[in-house]
């Protein structure tokens, strides 16, 4: 009878934990921006997992800044999957502070690093851009590239250990062109993130565009409908994943005046 | 520091509290896997008579607990106390972990009388653990995956039978307990131990040299680094197994192999100190494992 009772019991838990592997695997994989992983697989003397999320991974950074917005997805191009996710914040002045996470199809130890001149987007000809404080990181490691990383070079970065995700944060200054006639402070600001190549093809890029002035963006790369890659609402747009080659935003603003107008 | 920045290294400052959990229930993890998998290998290859002795019984429960304990826990502590840590391919491989561990509890009195006769059963179910690991780690997926996923499962298995072999050992040998059966299973385990220590090294070159990307990368990286740790650990731990058997045999006049109930009980003793501080240094590989895992290319 015990032993009958055991067998039953051992069963049922294992009949049990194989429903819930099933359900395990029909559950979405959380990314390091919804929980930062500290470390990487449970496998005894294995090495770690390589599921992206299993990284210790930067987070974005947080959505608070985003007024009525829902949060970015936690998942996709640059966090779950090989792409770019770009978190793009615009200043008062139309700078653009770009925080990017970039997940690479396979580890890596140095990138091909390019940020492309915006120039060649539609209306936006006279832009003087300039890519400022720029940083790289590794897990947690700050990496130094071996030379300044400007607009429109390619530069390659040699990376402290073989990696898949790469870090990055700088400022795009000069990419805003006041439009004319138009409302005091409107504008439109060119935004052409970095294109981060490792071994391997390059993935999908997904730009999240924030900002009390952003009123909309649009993709003019994608032509024909694809232009309108963009959804969300005023101060807070999320582009769908756009080939790395072709991510490129236009984003129309109001800057606000400087001290808020009461200088 | 720009915005962005600002966020990025604020995210990398986590709880130094959770990563050393983490590791700690790694380690412990690490421990349940051999003490399940090697004490159920030690005793269908090597000694099927020693399953009347209670100590193996005691190692094999401890090893499910502490299975089970680390395959729930960890994923927990990594990724937040939520189901969606469980979540995708790691979960996957968790729960069949633990449902392999409960089809084991369930069915192992019945078969453990007869473990000749279920020795292909038993063996592909611990083939099973084993891949329960191997599927949820890096050697799934990317480059070379097929030589990855091969060694993984040599190194996890080279694991199991060396250090559950040894821990079966100093649990007969330090309470000087059915001494006569050794005079078959060091010998036995003596063939065990060398192709172990052949397969880890093997494997573990071709695993290293396959999630870096090659010699360059691994030498150049904390990976490697902390991979470095580990081989002197481990590279100590053999020397140590070899001149606590040369010691032993000089102690009792005669080889380690040949230990058995007229054996001088200092001879014995000296044998299973030896035999229990080389696992002790098989702890230390462990936890550079833990710290390893930390530094693996994400």
Same mark, same amino acid.
């Given at each position: 009878?015990?032993?009958?009772?055991?067998?039953?019991?051992?069963?049922?838990?294992?009949?049990?934990?194989?429903?819930?592997?099933?359900?395990?695997?029909?559950?979405?994989?959380?990314?390091?921006?919804?929980?930062?992983?500290?470390?990487?697989?449970? +496998?005894?003397?294995?090495?770690?997992?390589? #599921?992206?999320?299993?990284?210790?991974?930067?987070?974005?950074?947080?959505?608070?800044?985003?007024?009525?917005?829902?949060?970015?997805?936690?998942?996709?191009?640059?966090?779950?999957?090989?792409?770019?996710?770009?978190?793009?914040?615009?200043?008062?002045?139309?700078?653009?502070?770009?925080?990017?996470?970039?997940?690479?199809?396979?580890? #890596?130890?140095?990138?091909?690093?390019?940020?492309?001149?915006?120039?060649?987007?539609?209306? !936006?000809?006279?832009?003087?851009?300039?890519?400022?404080?720029?940083?790289?990181?590794?897990?947690?490691?700050?990496?130094?590239?071996?030379?300044?990383?400007?607009?429109?070079?390619?530069?390659?970065?040699?990376?402290?250990?073989?990696?898949?995700?790469?870090?990055?944060?700088?400022?795009?200054?000069?990419?805003?062109?006041?439009?004319?006639?138009?409302?005091?402070?409107?504008?439109?600001?060119? !935004?052409?993130?970095?294109?981060?190549?490792?071994?391997?093809?390059?993935?999908?890029?997904?730009? +999240?565009?924030?900002?009390?002035?952003?009123?909309?963006?649009?993709?003019?790369?994608?032509?024909?409908?694809?232009?309108?890659?963009?959804?969300?609402?005023?101060?807070?747009?999320?582009?769908?994943?756009?080939?790395?080659?072709?991510?490129?935003?236009?984003?129309?603003?109001?800057?606000?005046?400087?001290?808020? +107008?009461?200088? | 520091?720009?915005?962005?920045?600002?966020?990025?290294?604020?995210?990398?400052?986590?709880?130094?509290?959770?990563?050393?959990?983490?590791?700690?229930?790694?380690?412990?993890?690490?421990? =349940?896997?051999?003490?399940?998998?090697?004490?159920?290998?030690?005793?269908?290859?090597?000694?099927?008579?020693?399953?009347?002795?209670?100590?193996?019984?005691?190692?094999?429960? !401890?090893?499910?607990?502490?299975?089970?304990?680390?395959?729930?826990?960890?994923?927990?502590?990594?990724?937040?106390?939520?189901?969606?840590?469980?979540? =995708?391919?790691?979960?996957?491989?968790?729960?069949?972990?633990?449902?392999?561990?409960?089809?084991?509890?369930?069915?192992?009195?019945?078969?453990?009388?007869?473990?000749?006769?279920?020795?292909?059963?038993?063996?592909?179910?611990?083939?099973?653990?084993?891949?329960?690991?191997?599927?949820?780690?890096?050697?799934?997926?990317?480059?070379?995956?097929?030589?990855?996923?091969?060694?993984?499962?040599?190194?996890?298995?080279?694991?199991?039978?060396?250090?559950?072999?040894?821990?079966?050992?100093?649990?007969? !040998?330090?309470?000087?307990?059915?001494?006569?059966?050794?005079?078959?299973?060091?010998?036995?385990?003596?063939?065990?131990?060398?192709?172990?220590?052949?397969?880890?090294?093997?494997?573990?070159?071709?695993?290293?040299?396959?999630?870096?990307?090659?010699?360059?990368?691994?030498?150049?990286?904390?990976? =490697?680094?902390?991979?470095?740790?580990?081989?002197?650990?481990? =590279?100590?731990?053999?020397?140590?197994?070899?001149?606590?058997?040369?010691?032993?045999?000089?102690?009792?006049?005669?080889?380690?192999?040949?230990?058995?109930?007229?054996?001088?009980?200092?001879?014995?003793?000296?044998?299973?100190?030896?035999?229990?501080?080389?696992?002790?240094?098989?702890?230390?590989?462990?936890?550079?494992?833990?710290?390893?895992?930390?530094?693996?290319? +994400?």
């Amino acid at each position: 009878m015990r032993q009958h009772l055991r067998r039953m019991s051992g069963l049922l838990l294992a009949v049990a934990c194989a429903a819930a592997a099933v359900a395990a695997g029909r559950t979405p994989e959380p990314s390091a921006a919804a929980a930062p992983v500290i470390g990487g697989s449970s +496998g005894p003397a294995a090495a770690p997992s390589s #599921s992206p999320s299993a990284s210790s991974s930067p987070r974005a950074p947080s959505s608070t800044s985003r007024p009525n917005a829902a949060p970015f997805p936690k998942s996709g191009p640059g966090r779950s999957i090989p792409g770019s996710f770009v978190v793009a914040s615009l200043d008062n002045m139309g700078a653009v502070l770009v925080w990017q996470r970039v997940l690479l199809p396979a580890p #890596s130890t140095s990138v091909k690093v390019q940020v492309p001149d915006p120039r060649s987007l539609p209306g !936006l000809r006279d832009v003087q851009p300039m890519m400022r404080d720029v940083q790289i990181q590794v897990g947690d490691q700050p990496v130094a590239p071996s030379e300044p990383l400007q607009i429109g070079r390619t530069v390659t970065v040699t990376l402290p250990e073989p990696t898949r995700s790469v870090a990055l944060g700088y400022r795009l200054t000069g990419v805003a062109q006041r439009s004319s006639p138009a409302p005091v402070g409107r504008a439109l600001i060119a !935004l052409a993130p970095a294109q981060v190549t490792g071994s391997g093809a390059s993935g999908p890029t997904v730009i +999240g565009i924030t900002g009390t002035g952003v009123l909309g963006a649009q993709c003019p790369r994608q032509g024909g409908p694809g232009q309108f890659c963009a959804v969300g609402t005023t101060g807070s747009f999320l582009t769908r994943p756009l080939a790395a080659a072709d991510a490129a935003v236009v984003i129309q603003a109001t800057l606000a005046a400087p001290n808020g +107008g009461s200088g | 520091m720009i915005a962005g920045a600002t966020a990025v290294a604020g995210d990398v400052t986590t709880s130094g509290f959770d990563t050393v959990l983490l590791g700690g229930v790694r380690v412990l993890g690490y421990l =349940g896997f051999v003490l399940l998998v090697g004490t159920t290998f030690f005793l269908t290859w090597l000694w099927p008579e020693g399953r009347v002795l209670p100590t193996f019984r005691r190692l094999i429960a !401890l090893g499910a607990a502490l299975t089970v304990i680390a395959t729930l826990a960890i994923p927990l502590i990594g990724s937040g106390f939520a189901w969606s840590s469980y979540a =995708g391919r790691d979960g996957v491989w968790s729960f069949a972990r633990i449902s392999l561990v409960a089809l084991g509890i369930a069915f192992a009195p019945d078969i453990s009388g007869t473990t000749r006769r279920h020795r292909l059963l038993i063996t592909l179910w611990q083939l099973a653990m084993i891949e329960t690991y191997v599927l949820s780690s890096d050697a799934w997926g990317g480059s070379l995956a097929a030589v990855k996923i091969v060694a993984t499962t040599g190194h996890l298995a080279a694991t199991a039978a060396w250090l559950g072999g040894l821990l079966a050992l100093a649990s007969v !040998l330090i309470p000087s307990d059915g001494l006569d059966a050794l005079h078959e299973v060091l010998p036995r385990f003596s063939i065990v131990a060398i192709v172990s220590v052949i397969t880890l090294v093997v494997s573990g070159t071709l695993h290293a040299l396959a999630v870096a990307g090659g010699v360059h990368a691994l030498i150049d990286s904390r990976f =490697g680094t902390s991979l470095i740790v580990k081989i002197v650990v481990f =590279g100590a731990m053999l020397l140590l197994g070899n001149v606590g058997r040369q010691y032993a045999g000089q102690a009792a006049r005669r080889s380690a192999l040949e230990i058995d109930e007229t054996a001088p009980p200092h001879s014995v003793q000296a044998l299973g100190v030896a035999i229990g501080m080389e696992f002790s240094l098989a702890a230390g590989v462990l936890v550079a494992t833990a710290v390893l895992v930390q530094f693996a290319p +994400g």
